[in-house]
């Protein structure tokens, strides 16, 4: 009888006789190495992590392979672990299993501070969301899912002020400014969406159009609207969520590539003509992280020269691991930090 249930990482089921050799050919099918298994992730939240792709139905089928130890019939195998050459580590290196992240809220980190959050409603924006207000702060979430907002702002027993707004309205900032009394102390520029990874001979006019809208325009008007506060106050933090895409050209399609590229332009140009007040600017670039964020589809060209590239990715994180990573420069913690861009990728930047 097998342990492996939905919750159980999906590092643990390519070692089942079974349902590993399904996972393996899987992964293969889609040009992918067994590297991309090794991931700390329950197995069912691949399901929103995946975008549709690894869809609920497939959880099932996996864990009745691992229970009966059949294969189902119709689906892509690989052979077993074991039945080809291992890559061997250095002669004399013990390689252990590495260990598991457990988030550590720091009590009061936010206390008495007021935090604004875009795309508060899910991901890495609600990760970030939920932690400042568990550390004491209160968060003006931001996002265009009322219901997602509502759902936030009924874990926080009034900490968390939802803000239904879509940030590319010029009257969103005011919003924003109106539901934070006119004091934010620190802004995190979460929201974002995704390109179809086109290139740039593919590129339609409405999805660049709109991720520059959200990627690029929004950041700089919810910026625009709060930095003559914090100039006033003396201080104030912002990070501007950037994007694996910030950092390389093979990470996504042109679109969101150049906002992301950007984004970094924009932050690095504000910390330096702040340096001094008070005022910080720093960026995170998280890598693949399961947050289910939608993909537009994908471009016969552009999709095909990324999805290369992806194999490299060293894995999935957990939204609550970049967003560990913004809490920290959105903090009082990240004094003498100005202009950084910090990948938050798991090494995939250095690959």
Same mark, same amino acid.
Do not use: C
């Given at each position: 009888m097998s342990n492996l249930t939905p919750a159980s990482p999906l590092r643990d089921?390519?070692?089942?006789?079974?349902?590993?050799?399904?996972?393996?050919?899987?992964?293969?099918?889609?040009g992918q190495g067994e590297q991309a298994l090794a991931l700390g992730l329950p197995l069912e939240q691949l399901v929103q992590a995946s975008g549709g792709t690894f869809p609920r139905e497939l959880v099932d089928v996996l864990v009745t392979a691992a229970e009966t130890g059949r294969i189902p019939e119709g689906l892509p195998t690989a052979p077993p672990a074991g039945t080809a050459p291992a890559e061997e580590p250095d002669p004399g290196i013990e390689i252990g299993t590495p260990e598991q992240w457990t988030e550590q809220i720091t009590p009061g980190r936010f206390d008495g501070q007021t935090v604004v959050v875009t795309g508060?409603?899910?991901?890495?924006?609600?990760?970030v969301a939920s932690r400042v207000r568990r550390e004491?702060?209160?968060?003006?979430?931001?996002?265009?899912?009322a219901d997602g907002l509502a759902a936030l702002a009924a874990e926080s027993d009034g900490?968390?002020?939802?803000?239904?707004?879509?940030?590319?309205?010029?009257?969103s900032a005011d919003a924003v400014?109106?539901?934070?009394?006119?004091?934010?102390?620190?802004?995190?520029?979460?929201?974002? +969406?995704?390109?179809?990874?086109?290139?740039?001979?593919?590129?339609?006019?409405t999805i660049w159009e709109r991720v520059m809208r959200i990627n690029v325009d929004g950041p700089m008007r919810l910026m625009r609207a709060v930095v003559p506060g914090m100039l006033a106050?003396?201080?104030?933090?912002?990070?501007? +969520?950037?994007?694996?895409?910030?950092?390389?050209?093979s990470a996504a399609g042109a679109a969101y590539t150049t906002s992301k590229h950007a984004l970094v332009g924009l932050t690095k140009s504000s910390a330096y003509q702040y340096a001094g007040t008070g005022v910080?600017?720093?960026?995170?670039?998280?890598?693949? +992280?399961?947050?289910?964020?939608?993909?537009?589809?994908?471009?016969?060209?552009?999709?095909?020269?990324?999805?290369?590239?992806?194999?490299a990715i060293p894995g999935l994180a957990t939204a609550e691991e970049?967003?560990?990573?913004?809490?920290?420069?959105?903090?009082?913690?990240?004094?003498?930090?100005?202009?950084?861009i910090l990948p938050s990728d798991g090494g995939w930047s250095v690959a």
């Amino acid at each position: 009888m097998s342990n492996l249930t939905p919750a159980s990482p999906l590092r643990d089921w390519p070692a089942d006789p079974a349902a590993g050799q399904v996972l393996r050919g899987l992964s293969a099918s889609r040009g992918q190495g067994e590297q991309a298994l090794a991931l700390g992730l329950p197995l069912e939240q691949l399901v929103q992590a995946s975008g549709g792709t690894f869809p609920r139905e497939l959880v099932d089928v996996l864990v009745t392979a691992a229970e009966t130890g059949r294969i189902p019939e119709g689906l892509p195998t690989a052979p077993p672990a074991g039945t080809a050459p291992a890559e061997e580590p250095d002669p004399g290196i013990e390689i252990g299993t590495p260990e598991q992240w457990t988030e550590q809220i720091t009590p009061g980190r936010f206390d008495g501070q007021t935090v604004v959050v875009t795309g508060a409603a899910s991901g890495i924006g609600r990760a970030v969301a939920s932690r400042v207000r568990r550390e004491g702060g209160r968060v003006i979430a931001v996002d265009v899912s009322a219901d997602g907002l509502a759902a936030l702002a009924a874990e926080s027993d009034g900490a968390v002020v939802p803000v239904t707004a879509d940030i590319t309205a010029p009257e969103s900032a005011d919003a924003v400014l109106a539901a934070a009394d006119g004091r934010v102390d620190a802004l995190a520029n979460v929201a974002g +969406v995704m390109d179809d990874d086109a290139a740039v001979h593919e590129v339609d006019d409405t999805i660049w159009e709109r991720v520059m809208r959200i990627n690029v325009d929004g950041p700089m008007r919810l910026m625009r609207a709060v930095v003559p506060g914090m100039l006033a106050a003396g201080g104030g933090r912002i990070v501007n +969520v950037v994007s694996e895409a910030a950092l390389r050209g093979s990470a996504a399609g042109a679109a969101y590539t150049t906002s992301k590229h950007a984004l970094v332009g924009l932050t690095k140009s504000s910390a330096y003509q702040y340096a001094g007040t008070g005022v910080q600017v720093n960026a995170v670039a998280p890598g693949a +992280v399961a947050t289910g964020i939608r993909v537009p589809g994908a471009a016969p060209y552009g999709s095909v020269r990324t999805a290369r590239m992806r194999v490299a990715i060293p894995g999935l994180a957990t939204a609550e691991e970049p967003a560990a990573s913004i809490t920290f420069l959105l903090s009082k913690d990240a004094v003498n930090i100005n202009g950084a861009i910090l990948p938050s990728d798991g090494g995939w930047s250095v690959a």
